[in-house]
């Protein structure tokens, strides 16, 4: 655990022996842990129902109005953040652009939910960084923390590389190989001393 015992602003990685198959193989980034519970999004899932062109679409915002736009907005993926409120929308960012609603999390990161802000995206006027996730993982008081305590979880501090701009199957093990593990040694079995 970090500063005062939560996890805010730092990735959350599966371990082999994850039991929810919701979660298995995931990295989360936890954009908010308290006393209450804690929030976070899947950044190593894509979302395969939906693409960013037609989610703007659903969602009326103006986009693309050349070939090349359209192009270069289908290229904009979508992650599944997780099973909660997965028809809602959250964008971690880097903390260049910044709202009102914005919350920052780090230095570096923020998370913004806001159309505002897919429209900054569409038109090219966003954070340089961005990560669009729909649904979030949530946690309720002491749910986080057990789970660790069951090996469910390891947690490591990010960077915007591993978060922004790693392929998406690369994730995990380069988030493991931070903490000089290996990912094919690891066990599914556990135990306590």
Request: glycine share 10%; aromatic share 6%; proline share 4%.
């Amino acid at each position: 655990m970090t500063k005062e015992g939560f996890l805010s602003g730092q990735l959350l990685l599966a371990m082999p022996g994850m039991t929810d198959p919701r979660f298995e193989g995931t990295v989360i980034y936890i954009c908010t842990h308290t006393e209450e519970g804690a929030m976070g999004l899947v950044i190593n899932k894509l979302c395969d129902n939906i693409d960013f062109p037609d989610l703007l679409n659903q969602l009326n915002i103006e986009h693309g109005r050349s070939d090349a736009q359209k192009r270069q907005l289908k290229n904009i993926t979508l992650h599944e953040g997780g099973p909660v409120e997965s028809g809602r929308g959250f964008i971690l960012h880097s903390a260049d652009y910044v709202q009102e609603t914005t919350l920052i999390i780090s230095e570096t990161i923020a998370l913004t939910a806001t159309i505002d802000i897919l429209t900054a995206i569409a038109n090219g006027d966003g954070p340089q960084d961005y990560l669009i996730a729909l649904g979030f993982s949530g946690w309720s008081r002491g749910q986080l923390e057990n789970e660790i305590l069951n090996n469910s979880w390891l947690s490591i501090e990010p960077d915007e590389e591993l978060v922004f701009r790693t392929d998406l199957d690369l994730k995990l093990p380069r988030a493991m190989a931070k903490l000089g593990v290996d990912l094919s040694m690891l066990s599914t079995q556990f135990g306590t001393a």
